[in-house]
């Protein structure tokens, strides 16, 4: 403190104050130029990545939540499809004509799909005519995530959405 005071009172009796107040600004500068130690950009670090952590998970849920009801939407544009097909022949395609069967034209009618999507996990669309769990009917199914039947992921004609 005697320094800042015998400084300012140089400057006084040679009449430079704004040369002293120059020289304490740039002091003050350097001081707060000197940056982060790196203890605080670890807290930072860790801040972050804990914010991230709980963003992520819960944007992983939503993803999979999105690709279920995209599966739901494709089902039900390929059954109305199928519907169509059916009221144009009188019958569903069977099994072994598969989905196919709505991209290819048959007689005079034009194809009733342009392509059958995959479905989000980039897996084919399972069809069964006739149905096993829609008796009468035709089932239209994704095995889900896991790719494999069963296991409680699969999404189907026959269940219902339980989004909506």
Excluded: C, H
């Amino acid at each position: 403190m005697g320094k800042l005071i015998s400084s300012w009172l140089n400057a006084r009796v040679n009449g430079n104050i704004r040369a002293f107040n120059e020289q304490k600004r740039s002091e003050l500068r350097k001081r707060y130029e000197r940056g982060m130690t790196l203890i605080e950009i670890m807290v930072v670090v860790v801040i972050i990545s804990l914010v991230a952590g709980v963003v992520g998970v819960s944007v992983l849920n939503r993803l999979e939540e999105a690709r279920k009801k995209v599966a739901y939407t494709q089902i039900k544009q390929i059954g109305e499809a199928l519907e169509l097909y059916k009221l144009s022949f009188k019958k569903f395609p069977g099994t072994a004509e598969g989905l196919s069967a709505l991209t290819v034209p048959k007689g005079k009618e034009q194809p009733f799909m342009p392509t059958i999507p995959t479905d989000p996990w980039d897996n084919e669309y399972v069809y069964i005519y006739p149905g096993v769990k829609n008796s009468g009917g035709f089932d239209l199914m994704s095995y889900g995530p896991d790719g494999v039947d069963g296991g409680g992921d699969d999404v189907g004609n026959w269940a219902e959405e339980s989004a909506e």
